[in-house]
C-alpha cells in the first residue's frame, strides 16, 4: 500500500488523528532535508510535505516565501532534492508528499519526467497548488501510474459541489484549506466542522486541513473534525530562528511536532 495512503487507513482504525508537516527543502540549510525528515518521523509525523522552493509561490506567506526564496539562493534545485531524500529512503515508513508548482514540473520535462523521478527518489505523493482542477486528468494519471497520490486543495470559497469534486478527484488525501488568503500562522482555527461534514457525505477521500496551525490546541481543533492536520509557518519559523542562532534545528524540529503530537487524539472524530 501506498505509504499515505497507509497512514491515514492507521489513523482511522487507531482513532488519532495524522500529524503533516510542510518544511521547506533547503531550509534552514541547503542539507537540512534528510535529517529533519527523520526527526520528523522519529516525533510522530504521519506524512510530511517537502515544499520544493519557487521564486513566485503559491499563496505562501512571509515565512515560507522567505525560505524559499533563500534556499534557492543558497543553491537548492529539484535534483536535489530527490538526491537527499533518496539519501534517507529506507531509514524512512512515513509518507512523502512533493508540493511542487506545476512551473518547475514543467520545466523538468513535464508530469511524466518530474514524477517518474520524484517516485523513484522515494516521494510517495504530490500536490501540484497551482493546477487547476480542470486540467487535472493527465497529473492523476500519470501519479497513478507511479503508485503515487494527487492531493487537491479546496478553499474555503469553493461551493460546496465544487468541494465534494475535488475531494472526489483527490487521492491520498484532498488538502482543506481552512481560511482564505495566504499561509501564515494564527491565534484561532475557524470552525470548519459543516464544510468537512458536508464533504464527508459524498467523499470517502480522506481531508487534512491546514494554514494557520501552530499549537496542540489547534491540531485537537482541527482533527476534531478532519482526518489530519498540516503544519507549516509555524514549523519553518522555529527552525529558521532557532538555526539563526546557532542552535540545533535538528532537536528543535523533533520538540516542536512532539509538542504538536499531543493534541492529536480525540475521541470526537468518528
Not at 490546541?217 to 482541527?222: D, L, P, R
Not at 476534531?224 to 546557532?246: C, K
Amino acid at each position: 500500500m501506498n505509504r499515505i495512503n497507509a497512514a491515514f487507513a492507521k489513523s482511522k482504525e487507531t482513532g488519532h488523528g495524522a500529524l503533516l508537516p510542510f518544511i521547506c527543502a533547503g531550509s534552514p540549510e541547503l542539507d537540512a532535508l534528510p535529517k529533519l525528515l527523520v526527526a520528523l518521523q522519529e516525533a510522530g509525523a504521519s506524512v510530511v510535505e517537502v515544499g520544493f522552493p519557487y521564486s513566485d509561490p503559491v499563496a505562501d506567506g512571509p515565512t515560507i516565501a522567505a525560505a524559499m526564496h533563500t534556499a534557492l539562493g543558497e543553491g537548492i534545485t529539484p535534483t536535489m532534492i530527490f538526491e537527499q531524500v533518496q539519501s534517507v529512503r529506507e531509514q524512512l515508513e512515513i509518507g512523502l508528499v512533493a508540493m511542487v508548482s506545476v512551473s518547475i514540473v514543467i520545466a523538468m520535462g513535464g508530469p511524466e519526467s518530474f514524477v517518474s523521478r520524484a517516485a523513484k527518489s522515494g516521494f510517495d505523493g504530490f500536490i501540484f497548488p497551482d493546477l487547476p482542477l480542470g486540467e487535472t486528468d493527465l497529473y492523476r494519471r500519470v501519479c497513478a501510474e507511479h503508485e503515487t497520490t494527487m492531493s487537491l486543495l479546496i478553499s474555503p470559497t469553493s461551493p460546496a459541489d465544487r468541494a465534494v469534486e475535488i475531494s472526489k478527484a483527490s487521492t491520498g488525501f484532498a488538502y482543506l484549506l481552512a481560511r482564505s488568503g495566504i499561509t501564515g500562522e494564527r491565534s484561532d482555527v475557524p470552525d470548519i466542522s459543516e464544510r468537512v461534514r458536508s464533504i464527508r457525505a459524498q467523499s470517502s477521500t480522506p481531508i487534512a486541513c491546514g494554514f494557520g496551525i501552530s499549537t496542540p490546541e489547534q491540531v485537537s481543533q482541527v482533527i476534531e473534525h478532519a482526518d489530519g492536520a498540516i503544519v507549516g509557518s509555524a514549523l519553518v519559523r522555529r527552525l529558521i530562528e532557532v538555526h539563526t542562532n546557532g542552535e540545533d534545528y535538528v532537536i528543535e524540529a523533533e520538540t516542536a511536532i512532539t509538542e504538536l503530537a499531543t493534541g492529536l487524539i480525540s475521541m470526537d472524530r468518528f
